[in-house]
């Protein structure tokens, strides 16, 4: 699909007009044809439509033909007009329930169901799929006699004809200490076609590698079918096979460890047979496939208000485009009222959608879909102070120069960065990136070398670094940046540590050091950790002058129990929460005085209307803490945080600040607080963002701010490069002054 330049803007405000009217549709208009349709694609095959319109009676026509198959009372004109409530009366309303929308958050289309957000349309029934993510089927081997060996995982893959999904083969590796080692799963480049095709991953098992998995997954609605696989070490540059039991899948039952058979696949959701009609080698293939784990609930209510019958959504939603959107309908054991006679004929159109990220629709119905669940569900507008209708344009702009899977998926971050959302996360599939051998982090305004992994490197911690790539690492990190949702400064600098380093596999990554030229590679697969501290190797540690160490993030509260007797003879006490705690928030109760009665510091909006307008009120919760014994709080006690201290460390903080329980010290947190909400966009792309409303126990606004040390420390460049913990270094200096 192709545009030219001067038509452009008008086909933007084409589509943010398609953008509004589908929100709209999507989560406040209650007929069942609406509540029935893949809105993912739908998004999609709306754009496409859309952008073919020359002008706004095409865009009124194509509106109403795109959403009266599932919305048949809506109405889109020129001109304000009256809007006939006989539409949507029944002759006999006395045989008919009202049925609208409630959303507590939402969870309409989100990844997690039944979780603390709820979207219900009142008084009819809804299906939820409980189906896992995907159908997977693997296998694993003992990887030490392969220690330092390349390894290649071969096999041959096709889907079933139009299907929702998309294949691939899995390789990965398990080191003795848990963490991952190589990785990969093919999303990148995931498997589309209907047709055989053999496909391969290589990769290669380090010093520390002790599990060796591989098997193969569909991800979405559809039919993998696999066979011919094949594992292979290299030796003396010849690849050298590992024999698989049942690599042909002639054994006929599958799914379960057996004497014939090793694959192991428990997807819920999923089915896995053998099949001797698909086959390419040999008797059977293997099949997984998608039947779903659908659970029929019906709509009750989830609070009072709600829209009264004859409520619309009427607005201009473009220029001289009006809207007519029933918020109410009466609705029978059968339908809704109306019913739509064409609903199918759209659901046909839906499934022969191409959701690559090549296809301009995809990318720019991805937008659309983000853009709503924003829209009308981010509780945290006025503390970004973003425009958000701007962001859109921006984003749907950019969407037309895109053409590959990275591209959009750069423009999904950069859209969903001025939401200084720490939760906010866009990725797509199970891509692991790949790393060099160092971190870095800014020091003293300038970025420092923090760690080295590699002794072969002619680069050490403390070194300065003044170029990246050619240019100021500023400038570099000027873009990187860009693409990073944060609500503190520290919460995107500690993001951009390691966003910065991401790349492609065995990419360079050029810097300049003390004058001289290092070529890095990343080589690594990145796993997520905290920057190292030498103290946070210790879950606990008695310091000197009887000060106790207690690592927050690692430490169980059985553990911390346990120690009570010591805590309660020492001299002081310090926490380290620069990291996730490690459910040991029951601490909280042996520094109170008084039970915890703070009890809605949580919030859940309740929304019946669009754009957050009058939101009608709010799940308060708390965690209402009580005390406990042996009392703590008479003794010196410290909190060392920073902004790797985000949600649930800040839900923990919050009291620490609010009761005055601890002198705090080192950096503000992530200032960003609530549970995620995630969601799944077209082309195996997903966006975790916060559903929930947050604030001090004060009252007063958390978001974007966070908790605040009582006493501010900062790291030096002297201090990196001696391997001092000047956040721990002044802990203990605050304990020792009582």
Not at 283 to 290: A, G, Q, R, T
Not at 330 to 349: C, R, V, W, Y
Not at 412 to 431: E, I, S, T
């Amino acid at each position: 699909m192709t545009i030219s330049c001067k038509k452009k803007q008008d086909t933007i405000n084409n589509l943010k007009t398609f953008a509004k009217a589908y929100g709209y549709v999507k989560y406040f208009h209650p007929s069942d044809e609406a509540s029935a349709i893949d809105w993912n694609s739908f998004a999609a095959y709306g754009a496409e439509q859309i952008v073919k319109c020359q002008s706004k009676t095409e865009v009124i026509n194509t509106l109403n033909s795109l959403f009266k198959p599932i919305a048949p009372s809506v109405v889109f004109s020129e001109e304000k007009q009256a809007f006939n409530l006989n539409t949507i009366t029944p002759e006999s309303p006395e045989n008919f329930k009202p049925t609208y929308w409630q959303h507590k958050g939402v969870s309409k289309d989100m990844t997690y169901q039944n979780y603390v957000y709820s979207s219900v349309r009142v008084n009819r029934y809804s299906e939820i799929d409980e189906s896992s993510n995907y159908g997977n089927i693997s296998m694993s081997i003992n990887a030490k006699k392969y220690r330092g060996k390349e390894i290649k995982y071969t096999g041959w893959v096709k889907l079933n004809k139009n299907a929702n999904a998309s294949g691939h083969l899995s390789l990965w590796v398990e080191n003795t200490d848990r963490s991952l080692g190589f990785y990969e799963t093919m999303d990148a480049k995931p498997i589309k076609s209907s047709d055989w095709k053999p496909y391969e991953i290589i990769g290669k098992i380090d010093t520390l590698g002790s599990k060796l998995a591989f098997g193969s997954y569909v991800s979405g609605k559809g039919t993998l079918y696999l066979d011919d696989v094949h594992l292979y070490y290299k030796d003396n540059n010849e690849w050298v096979e590992i024999p698989i039991k049942n690599s042909d899948f002639e054994a006929s039952s599958i799914g379960e460890k057996t004497e014939q058979s090793e694959w192991i696949g428990k997807s819920k959701g999923y089915t896995y047979n053998v099949s001797s009609s698909e086959n390419m080698e040999g008797k059977n293939c293997l099949v997984i496939s998608y039947e779903g784990a659908i659970k029929k609930v019906k709509g009750e209510a989830i609070f009072k208000a709600h829209p009264k019958f004859g409520e619309l959504i009427e607005e201009e939603i473009g220029k001289g485009i009006y809207c007519q959107i029933p918020l109410n309908l009466f609705g029978d054991d059968k339908n809704t009222f109306p019913k739509s006679k064409i609903a199918s004929t759209l659901q046909d159109s839906l499934k022969v959608l191409d959701n690559s990220p090549e296809n301009l629709a995809m990318r720019i119905g991805n937008f659309i879909n983000t853009y709503n669940v924003i829209q009308h569900f981010y509780p945290y507008f006025e503390e970004a102070e973003t425009n958000w209708d701007k962001a859109l344009e921006t984003a749907l702009k950019q969407s037309f120069s895109d053409q590959t899977a990275d591209d959009h998926l750069i423009t999904l971050q950069k859209f969903m960065a001025p939401l200084k959302d720490g939760h906010v996360r866009v990725w797509m599939g199970n891509a692991v990136p790949y790393v060099p051998a160092i971190n870095w982090e800014w020091v003293e305004d300038k970025l420092i070398i923090t760690e080295v992994k590699n002794d072969t490197l002619n680069i050490k911690v403390g070194d300065i670094v003044t170029k990246i790539d050619k240019q100021l690492p500023k400038n570099y990190f000027e873009d990187i940046n860009s693409r990073i949702s944060a609500g503190t400064k520290g919460s995107l600098d500690f993001k951009a540590q390691d966003l910065s380093l991401f790349g492609k596999k065995d990419s360079k990554l050029v810097l300049e050091v003390n004058g001289k030229t290092i070529n890095l590679k990343r080589d690594k697969n990145y796993t997520y950790t905290s920057v190292s501290i030498p103290i946070q190797k210790n879950k606990y540690k008695l310091l000197d002058n009887n000060i106790f160490y207690l690592n927050l993030d690692t430490i169980e509260m059985d553990t911390i129990t346990s120690l009570m007797p010591q805590l309660k003879t020492s001299k002081g006490i310090i926490c380290d929460m620069r990291g996730y705690p490690n459910s040991n928030h029951d601490f909280i109760s042996h520094l109170l005085k008084e039970n915890d009665t703070s009890k809605a510091w949580l919030r859940i909006p309740k929304i019946i209307y669009p754009n957050q307008n009058k939101i009608v009120g709010y799940e308060d919760t708390g965690w209402e803490i009580e005390t406990k014994e042996p009392y703590l709080g008479d003794k010196k006690i410290v909190f060392i945080i920073d902004s790797r201290a985000i949600s649930y460390a800040e839900s923990y903080m919050s009291f620490i600040e609010g009761y005055k329980l601890a002198t705090i010290v080192g950096q503000p947190t992530a200032g960003t607080n609530g549970n995620i909400n995630p969601f799944k966009l077209l082309g195996n792309f997903n966006v975790n963002w916060t559903g929930m409303k947050v604030i001090k126990h004060d009252g007063s606004q958390h978001h974007a701010i966070g908790i605040l040390p009582n006493i501010y420390v900062n790291k030096t460049i002297e201090g990196v490069k001696s391997g001092k913990d000047e956040f721990l270094e002044k802990a203990i200096q605050v304990v020792l002054e009582q």
